[in-house]
């Protein structure tokens, strides 16, 4: 745990995988409260970070964090798929980290109604200047498209309840805090706590954000571009914490990889996912679900 609470996951297998001894510039795309982007800079003296993030809150702690390393790091308010139009000198790039979902400074923010287990207003930015917002999701969308994406993206059963019953409440005027829809989550699908269950709540607010951020929406070709702007050697790591993200991550490096129809770009060096062990598990619960993938531009 760092002194400002921000415990980064599988921290030495992404420093393994980046290769990060090598002289040269690294870029964390979704950079946080910095905790692998100090990791990097700390393993090598020769290294220089570019760092991303669209949240400008977690940006500006970074920055703090960072500042014993200002003459090494180059900080963009900025989505990681905006990363191909920052102008960014890709010759010296030895490798790209994107560290995907949700980070606890956000989970822990309870302004930032990112969790079901604070009371909060129903947010769920992680960009303050984007306009959408969860309440305005759930107060807006018709009830077939709150069906499809909690279904989609919550992998949820029962959406076709669960968005009858939020149109009910919002024409009550009972659905403005977090606190209203985890109830809700919890009366639908009549939960009751059980070990090794995951609350109906933290999926339905799951797919609330990735709707929010279109988290999901041009990761593969965010990744593709990025490999093809790269030279030979930069390596590519992601992280995932849902199967949704790691599924576009596999397929996305597997046809990079693919000699089918034209000379492949990627090396895959990770087989199968890479997770936690059980120390750092029991050090840092939101390791448990982290899957890390990683290859290297031939």
Known sequence: MTEIGHCPVLPTEVLEFLDAGREGTYVDCTLGLAGHAVAILERNPRSKLIGLDRDGQSLEKARERLADYAGRVKLFHADFKCLPELGIPFKKVRGVLVDLGISS????????????????????RMDLRNKTTAGKILHTYPEQKLVEIFAKYGELAQTRRLAREIVHLRKLGRLE?????????????????QRGRIHPAAKAFQALRIEVNQELEGLGPFIEETVRLSIPGTRFVAISFHSLEDRI????????????????????????????????????????????????RV
């Open 177 to 193: 805090t977090t606190s209203d829809l985890r109830i809700l989550t919890e009366e639908v699908y009549r939960w009751r706590p």
């Open 105 to 124: 400074f956000q989970l822990d923010s309870p302004e930032r109604g990112f969790s079901h287990t604070h009371e909060g207003p129903l947010d769920m």
């Open 249 to 296: 991550v596999k397929h996305t490096f597997a046809g990079l990889a693919s000699s089918s129809d034209r000379a492949p770009l990627l090396s895959i060096l990770t087989k199968k996912p890479v997770m936690a062990g059980e120390e750092e598990v029991a050090a840092n619960s939101r390791s448990r679900s982290a899957k890390l993938r990683a290859a290297e």
